[in-house]
């Protein structure tokens, strides 16, 4: 156990659904990442949070939303995706963002295998 | 566009022996490296961080780093069938951004 943990661990939706995915860290950290994992390629950093606020945006499609409440919690809002965004979706959190050294460790969560059909 | 190359193997390496798995990158001013292991159906767990050239042991684990050269490396001593995963290299660059590698896939053999 990371201290990351994400739900659900697997999600099966059809295109026109709405869904979203939730990822908790118990860590006290204060940044927060989402990331896809495709099959073969690397990890695509999606958005990243640092004390609540949205820092990063990495090109991503407006049918992938984020949401960031708190410093514990993050979202992902998915609607009307496309069966290419089938994936394995991860959260992460480390101790800052834009630090040096050990405070960029990321920990991550199970993540969440979307099948978009 | 700022890279971070690993050979998508699979490296096979027989069980006992030393596995030896690479990566380069493109950002001279790059700050920190991570080297991460993800098993299949998991996600990418942390086990090793350099930040500063040289050598860092850990248990059965050194990273070793060479700016100059502009790559790192992790050397895996008595290499066991449980070692088996990928591993993920990740490099913070002079942005703070975190670049990936794409993985090596090593195989340790019975």
Known sequence: ?117 | QKEVEQNSGPLSVPEGAIASLNCTYSDRGSQSFFWYRQYSGKSPELIMSIYSNGDKEDGRFTAQLNKASQYVSLLIRDSQPSDSATYLCAVLDSNYQLIWGAGTKLIIKP
Do not use: I
Request: one cysteine or more; aromatic letters at 10%; a neutral charge.
């Open chain 1, 1 to 117: 156990e990371t201290g990351v943990t994400q739900t659900p661990r697997h999600l099966v939706m059809g295109m026109t659904n709405k869904k979203s995915l939730k990822c908790e860290q118990h860590l006290g950290h204060n940044a927060m990442y989402w990331y896809k994992q495709s099959a073969k390629k690397p990890l695509e950093l999606m958005f990243v949070y640092s004390l609540e606020e949205r820092v990063e945006n990495n090109s991503v499609p407006s049918r992938f939303s984020p949401e960031c409440p708190n410093s514990s919690h993050l979202f992902l809002h998915l609607h009307t995706l496309q069966p290419e965004d089938s994936a394995l979706y991860l959260c992460a959190s480390s101790q800052e963002w834009g630090g040096a050294g050990g405070l960029n460790e990321q920990f991550f969560g199970p993540g969440t295998r979307l099948t978009v059909l």
